[in-house]
């Protein structure tokens, strides 16, 4: 699996655009890829920091890429 640094990474080189981890995490979860609860997460029903709608096929593809998830 990689891991975020890489996918952040990835995209930045595919698309030329910066993405943070929490969308990661966001991405992650709506993909059905398990993830930690970050310690810094206020309350772990409610996410502050939503993947934009913009950026979610962006690290979909990267999932693909690194072959997380199967198109």
């Known amino acids: ?5 890489e ?8 698309y030329g655009c910066c993405i ?10 709506l993909s059905g890829i398990k993830v930690k609860i970050s310690h810094r997460r206020y309350d772990k ?10 950026k979610k096929e962006y690290i979909k593809e990267a999932f693909i890429h690194f072959e997380m998830v199967e198109n």
């Open 1 to 5: 699996m990689a891991t975020y640094k």
């Open 7 to 14: 996918i952040q990474q990835y995209v930045k080189s595919k």
């Open 20 to 29: 943070k981890t929490c969308w990661i995490a966001h991405m992650k979860e």
């Open 45 to 54: 029903n409610v996410r502050t920091n939503p993947c934009p709608e913009n």
